[in-house]
T-cell receptor, first 114, second 111 residues
């Protein structure tokens, strides 16, 4: 399978715990995005990498959220001190620089904070 | 940042052609129009993209009038498996922040 993969697919945690999600983009894609989606809403942009550089961050990304993309390959999204409001689907997408707006999405990680 | 407006929901019957219109009055000169499809518990999937006039691929057509203030996604002969949420997006490739998903249109195809 050469698509975008995400791990884990589901995560249940207690409030206050830290969680980390992983995204493996399509191998030749140099752009990687993180989105968050809540029920009934479209995905909301969180952050974006071009290779290993984090170029944009949404105001939605509080200081409890951090994302990395070491070596410009896979990416991790960490949420510290989770809150119930963090419960959502976290989606990762990748694309090629220069190809307009076609992003390839992974299946998402569904986070439930109890 | 070009905002988009599309119907919240639409119903259709199998075999019919479905047209979903999106308004984007503030579209910028270098913006493209892109449509995505999303099934429950899956990530969105790219359907089609265009800049002006008409674009057609194996799954859909995209009609864009000369003023580019709106666009219409056309799905020919829909089937039950086309039941999904469809999102219209407007933006350039220069800034990922501009790829803003609205609430989308829930298309329900009935037998």
């Amino acid at each position: 399978d050469t698509g975008v993969s995400q791990d884990p697919r589901h995560k249940i945690t207690k409030r206050g715990q830290n969680v980390t999600f992983r995204c493996d983009p399509i191998s030749e894609h140099n752009r990687l995005y993180w989105y968050r989606q809540t029920l009934g809403q479209g995905p909301e942009f969180l952050t974006y990498f071009q290779n290993e550089a984090q170029l944009e961050k949404s105001r939605l990304l509080s200081d409890r959220f951090s994302a990395e993309r070491p070596k410009g390959s896979f990416s991790t999204l960490e949420i510290q001190r989770t809150e119930q409001g963090d419960s959502a689907m976290y989606l990762c997408a990748s694309s090629l620089l220069g190809v307009t707006n076609e992003q390839f999405f992974g299946p998402g990680t569904r986070l439930t904070v109890l | 940042l070009a905002k988009t407006t599309q119907p919240i929901s639409m119903d259709s019957y199998e075999g019919q052609e479905v047209n979903i219109t999106c308004s984007h009055n503030n579209i910028a000169t270098n913006d493209y129009i892109t449509w995505y499809q999303q099934f429950p518990s899956q990530g969105p999937r790219f359907i089609i993209q265009g800049y002006k006039t008409k674009v057609t691929n194996e799954v859909a057509s995209l009609f864009i009038p000369a003023d580019r203030k709106s666009s219409t996604l056309s799905l020919p002969r829909v089937s039950l498996s086309d039941t999904a949420v469809y999102y219209c997006l407007v933006g350039s490739s220069g800034s990922a922040r501009q790829l803003t998903f609205g609430s989308g249109t829930q298309l329900t195809v009935l037998p």
